[in-house]
């Protein structure tokens, strides 16, 4: 479990996110939902100590990050995993190489484990016998699954997963998307994911923070979000007239 | 002017964390291999070509200048010498790699910033200046002396080579020259500033990579700013370095 309280973050003067308070829960999909530039991919960086915040308190479980020493920060790290929106994947490195990375820097382990378990992770997201190939090689598809399993290689508690499908067609992020959610439920990891994917929202999430000129302007369970009056978040949900019968329905 | 004082504080402070004491893990080995590579061997090449084809051009300058009878015919390979020991090999030769190596430097950081990969390294817990950059900049100052020599040698030889096709000078008076008033202390000395210019080199390029803002044509114009600030740099660095070491 996050607990986020009271986090402002400002960028040269100019506030991004003002006071924002949630929680994101174990074990779930907690998606962050909101406009392109309202602020969630600051909001994810701010929680995960990449920005440094104005003031407010962010805690994993019961560990306060701010604030925190620089070696139990690194322990803390240790147990966060993130999927970048550009998947961020090292393109210098291979497959392996990349997956292998968070080992390599947090454990003492032989060669031939942390084989094992890069092997392991690959074949969890469906990429196996990939090892040597480049990210460059491979399709945005497939750099998100090897993302993905980068991100879990260290058996993380919490997942940061930014705009998972964003450059995928339909099909390959509903793949992606069930993945997350299979993962985040069998390892019971307290998963975040921005997204402005009304499939990701409907279809996997579990919590939805909505995120407004940078306030958190709506918070609830997904089965409430069709439910509420909130005139932003509806105007949000229902641009498009596909969607628009779907409300009141969940 | 601010401008400048602001930029030489974030440097200092990026310095400070490049050089930290170092976490260990069992990457560093295979980094640095990959650096020496990058930034020493690809240079080599570049080095070798331009000191030959400048060697050759000054040592024919040199004997087109010096036609008066009075002067002795040595005097041109001893002033080839000189100017590729004292000036060519190590500051010249610097402003080249200072285009090669510090653009090559500054494009890659700033293309693994903008593209989140420093972003996801740190959030491994990784000191990400100092993984990305102590490599370079160990490695480029390492392999620096080995530059100045090989442009040097090559340098000499470019003049060799143009002394057989020179009707005034003999390669006898050529290697006399070479070998009067020979002054060990300039091999040094060149080296001496070279290594001080791949710190710059590395470090400036790399600074400029790590703090791009944007996207891909940020990370192109920090590439070029590393060039024009690089070159500036090592001319003022190379004013001082020998005021102190030649006089
Ligand atoms: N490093 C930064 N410096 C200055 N402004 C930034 C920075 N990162 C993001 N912003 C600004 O913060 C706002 C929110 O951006 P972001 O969180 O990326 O939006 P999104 O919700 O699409 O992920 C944008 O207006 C952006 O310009
Ligand atoms: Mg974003």
């Known amino acids: ?79 966060i995993g993130m999927l970048f929106q550009g998947c961020a994947l090292f393109d210098s490195l291979t497959i392996e190489e990349n997956v292998m990375f968070p080992l390599d820097i947090h454990t003492t382990q032989t060669r031939a484990e942390k084989l094992k378990r890069v092997n392991f992770c690959l074949e969890r997201v469906n990429m196996p016998n990939t090892n040597h190939l480049f990210p460059s090689e491979i399709s945005g598809g497939m750099q998100k699954r090897v993302a993905i399993a980068r991100a879990i290689v260290l058996n993380p508690k919490y997942l940061f997963c930014d705009e998972p499908n964003s450059g995928l067609d339909p099909q390959t992020s509903m793949v992606i998307d069930q993945l997350i959610k299979e993962i985040t439920q069998e390892y019971n990891i307290t998963t975040v994911m921005n997204t402005h994917d009304m499939n990701s929202i409907f279809e996997v999430s579990d919590q939805v923070a909505f995120i407004y000129q940078g306030q958190l302007w709506w918070n609830g369970p997904r089965n409430q979000l069709t439910k509420t009056d909130n005139a932003e978040l509806n105007d949000f949900l229902f641009s498009s007239p596909l969607l628009r019968n779907k409300k009141g329905s969940s | 002017m601010r401008n400048f004082f602001l930029h030489l504080g974030k440097y200092l402070a990026f310095l400070a964390t490049v050089f930290e004491r170092p976490q260990r893990n069992s990457l560093w080995g295979q980094q640095f291999l990959k650096e020496l590579q990058k930034t020493g061997l690809n240079s080599v090449a570049i080095t070798v070509i331009v000191s030959f084809f400048i060697g050759a051009v000054i040592c024919i300058q040199m004997s087109y200048n010096i036609v008066n009878p009075l002067i002795p015919r040595y005097l041109v390979g001893l002033s ?26 500054a494009s890659e950081i700033g293309s693994m910033r903008v ?12 000191n990400s200046a100092q993984f990305l ?100 740099l090592i001319l003022v660095a190379d004013l001082m370095l020998t005021q102190l070491l030649l006089s």
Not at chain 1, 39 to 55: A, E, F, N, Q, W
Not at chain 2, 144 to 165: E, K, Q, R, Y
């Open chain 1, 1 to 79: 479990m996050i607990r986020v309280e009271h986090l402002c973050k400002s960028f040269d003067g100019r506030q991004i996110l003002n006071n924002v308070s949630t929680t994101f829960n174990a074990g779930q999909i907690n998606a962050v939902i909101g406009k392109s530039g309202s602020g969630k991919s600051v909001l994810i960086k701010s929680v995960t100590g990449l920005h440094s915040i104005d003031s407010g308190n962010v805690f994993y479980d019961d560990t306060n990050l701010i604030g925190l020493r620089k070696n139990d920060r690194k322990n803390l790290l240790k147990q």
């Open chain 2, 80 to 105: 080839t010498r000189d100017v590729l020991l004292l000036e060519l090999s190590s500051t010249v030769m610097c402003i080249i790699l200072a285009g090669k190596v510090g653009s090559n430097i």
């Open chain 2, 115 to 126: 593209s989140e990969q420093i972003d996801a390294m740190e959030m491994m817990g990784v």
């Open chain 2, 133 to 232: 950059v102590l490599p370079k900049v160990i490695s480029f100052m390492a392999f620096m002396p080995v530059l100045v020599l090989l442009s040097m040698i090559t340098g000499i030889l470019g003049g060799a080579m143009s002394i057989t096709f020179s009707a005034n000078t003999t390669m006898t008076d050529y290697v006399n020259g070479l070998q009067f008033a020979f002054e060990p202390y300039y091999i040094t000395y060149s080296i001496i500033k070279s290594v001080f210019f791949a710190f710059i080199i590395s470090t400036v390029s790399a600074y400029y990579g790590y703090y791009v803002e944007g996207g891909a044509i940020e990370v192109g114009k920090a590439s070029t700013k590393t060039v024009v600030s690089v070159v500036i």
